[in-house]
Structures are given as C-alpha cells and as structure tokens.
C-alpha cells in the first residue's frame, strides 16, 4: 500500500486552477466551517496566526474529512520543523521568506528521505503513515509531498531563476512583504508592487512550475489566473470574520435612534463664530461652510450643524446611537465661548 496520493500536488501538476482561503483563526472549530465552504485548499497559517504543531494538526484533520485540501505555512523552513509537519501527516507545506537556489534546495532535501534527502525515518510512529499501517509508506511519500515555497522580497526575486530551478513544486508570491521591501510597506497594490508581481507569475508559470498568490483584489485574482498562476487564495478567514461581525454590530447599533440636541445663543457675530468652529476643526473632520451656515462631521459620528443670522447661531448637536451628548453639548459650546470672549456667551439648550 502507497502513501496517500495527493489531489492537490497532482491538479497543481496538471495546470488546474486550485482556488483557496486563509484560514489564520487558529480554531479546530472555526476551521471545520471554513471547510464546508467549498474551497479547493484551505491554508492552515503557522507563520503570522497563534499557531503551533498540535493546534495545525487539529486542523488540518477538520479540513482532511472535507472536500478542500489542507496546505500548512511553516513559521519557518527549519529541517526539522519540515520533519515534524511531515510525520504529522501534512502533505502539501508552504514555506516563507525564499531567498536563494541553495535555500531552495535544502527545503527539497527537507521534504525527502534519504539517499536523495534528510527526512527523518520516523515513520512507523507517525501519522503520515496511518502509524505503520502503510507499509510501502517510505518508498512513496516523497512524489506525494508538495513543497511550495514564498518569494516575497527583492533578494527572492533577483534568486528566482535559481529557486525555479531546483524541485519545488511552486513559488508563492507574497504582495505584503514584497511592498513593504521596495518600498511601499502597507501598499500591496502599489503599480510597481503590482507589476513585480505579475512578472513574477509569468516567469514561475513559463518554467512549469505552479504559480500562486494571496490577494484580495479582484482584479489581481483575474490578471493572475489569466496568466496561468494555479493556486490563488481570494480570502482569509479573519478578514471575512472581522468585517461580518462589525457590519453586524452597526445594522445592531442602527436600530437605537441618534442623539440630538438643539439651541441657539444670541449674538451679532453668529457668522463669524460659525466660521471660527468650523474652520477650527477642518484639520481633522469634514467641514463645510458659508457665512450663513456650516456643519462638522467626525469619524466618531459626533457632528454639529449651524445657521448664522444677523441675531442669533442656532446649533443642532448630534452624535451616535451610543454616543454622549451631554458631553458634546459642553465641547461645542467651550468652544464657541472661546471665540466670543468679547461678549457675555451663552447657549440655551432646549430641554
């Protein structure tokens, strides 16, 4: 009996487009829901999520009984990190920050067992091998193991030819840390990130070697996979998770009524004053204003609305559902009796 074959190894190998999700949670639980999505392979992140060993194994056993295929990212390309991830039963590994031909070279011996490699012989009390239950598991596990590896900043780049040229079964292009090495950190759609990229994708796909990438822009997935990359993950579990539950507390909060508040003060410079405020927080609010009327809108929801005629500045506060009115009443109005401290100023309030 051989070691498992890998579906996943074998589509890559074909030119099949394998479409995939991050999966950084690091739950067992959350991971099983992930993988009743229908996503071709789910990445299990041991580099940037709270991972470790045992916590990736819990989930890539959830993923195993779906119809998606685990990948793990090893925080590191350590020998006998690769091992343990190996002998866990984790057949498809990607491994961060690639940076040369030999580095790459060392992850292939990595991932095979001797003569040709350094795995360790381990086998008969690992899981890999359904513990020894596989008896020609030494013999076969090699072709089933899929070593992709991370290209993701200039030094990677300028050793790609050489990292192409050994056994890895991809190269990964990670657009963060490439944009944050020329220069861009935090701009992943950055042009020049954009078309380092690509020209990345072109040379991995022309060597046949699999190509792959982590984006969230549309546009990007599209121009990837027209070029041939064949594994593509379009989004991560966090990111998914973080945006649904903050929508879901805004449509929550949105029921609860704003909270208003309105009064006026008697003066000949309603004008000016309204000026003064609203030029006074334009730095960092959204103002407009005339002679006649202005408003200020926070980020925070907290926004002030004015009218200006020859007697009186009526004032409309107003914050959020959860907002303190009675505090941004005293802010505005400590505020306007600074600019009128020629006068006796004075806001009434309505009850």
Same mark, same amino acid.
């Given at each position: 009996m051989p070691a498992p074959k890998n579906m996943f190894k074998a589509a890559l190998k074909a030119?099949?487009?394998?479409?995939?999700?991050?999966?950084?949670?690091?739950?067992?639980?959350?991971?099983?829901?992930?993988?009743?999505?229908?996503?071709?392979?789910?990445?299990?992140?041991?580099?940037?999520?709270?991972?470790?060993?045992? $916590?990736?194994?819990?989930q890539v056993r959830v993923i195993e009984g779906s119809g998606?295929?685990?990948?793990?990212?090893?925080?590191?390309?350590?020998?006998?990190?690769?091992?343990?991830?190996?002998?866990?039963?984790?057949?498809?590994?990607?491994?961060?920050?690639?940076? $040369?031909?030999?580095?790459?070279?060392?992850?292939?011996?990595?991932?095979?067992?001797?003569?040709?490699?350094?795995?360790?012989?381990?086998?008969?009390?690992?899981?890999?091998?359904?513990?020894?239950?596989?008896?020609?598991?030494l013999n076969t596990a090699d072709e089933q193991i899929c070593l992709l590896v991370q290209v993701e900043n200039r030094a990677g780049l300028d050793a790609l030819d050489d990292i192409l040229a050994t056994e890895v079964d991809g190269v990964f292009i990670g657009p963060s840390d490439l944009a944050a090495d020329i220069g861009h950190i935090g701009e992943a759609g950055h042009p020049d990130v954009t078309k380092a990229v690509l020209d990345a994708i072109r040379r991995i796909v022309a060597s046949g070697k699999a190509a792959g990438i982590l984006t969230l822009d549309p546009v990007l997935q599209r121009k990837c996979l027209n070029l041939g990359a064949t594994f593509v993950a379009t989004s991560i579990d966090v990111t998914l998770f973080a945006n649904a539950i903050r929508k879901a507390a805004d449509d929550a909060l949105a029921l609860l009524p704003n909270q208003t508040a309105s009064g006026f003060a008697q003066t000949g410079s309603a004008s000016k004053y309204l000026q003064q405020l609203c030029?006074?927080?334009?730095?960092?609010?959204?103002?407009?204003?005339?002679?006649?009327?202005?408003?200020? $809108?926070?980020?925070?929801?907290?926004?002030?609305?004015?009218?200006?005629?020859?007697?009186?500045?009526?004032?409309?506060?107003?914050?959020?559902?959860?907002?303190?009115?009675?505090?941004?009443?005293?802010?505005?109005? $400590?505020?306007?009796?600074?600019?009128?401290?020629?006068?006796?100023?004075?806001?009434?309030?309505?009850?």
């Open positions: 030119g099949q487009p394998q479409l995939g999700c991050w999966i950084g949670m690091a739950n067992a639980y959350a991971a099983e829901i992930a993988s009743t999505a229908g996503f071709d392979w789910l990445l299990v992140d041991g580099e940037h999520a709270p991972n470790d060993l045992r $916590s990736i194994l819990d998606s295929v685990p990948v793990a990212r090893l925080p590191v390309g350590e020998t006998w990190m690769i091992k343990q991830y190996l002998d866990a039963g984790v057949q498809n590994i990607l491994v961060p920050m690639v940076e $040369s031909g030999e580095q790459a070279r060392d992850l292939v011996r990595a991932v095979q067992y001797p003569p040709h490699g350094v795995r360790g012989v381990g086998s008969a009390l690992a899981r890999a091998s359904n513990f020894a239950a596989i008896p020609d598991y030029k006074h927080w334009s730095h960092k609010a959204e103002a407009s204003f005339d002679a006649h009327q202005g408003s200020v $809108s926070f980020a925070d929801g907290y926004r002030v609305s004015m009218t200006a005629d020859d007697t009186h500045l009526n004032i409309q506060a107003e914050t959020g559902h959860r907002g303190d009115i009675t505090k941004w009443k005293d802010v505005i109005e $400590s505020h306007l009796i600074r600019f009128a401290f020629r006068e006796d100023f004075k806001i009434k309030w309505a009850d």
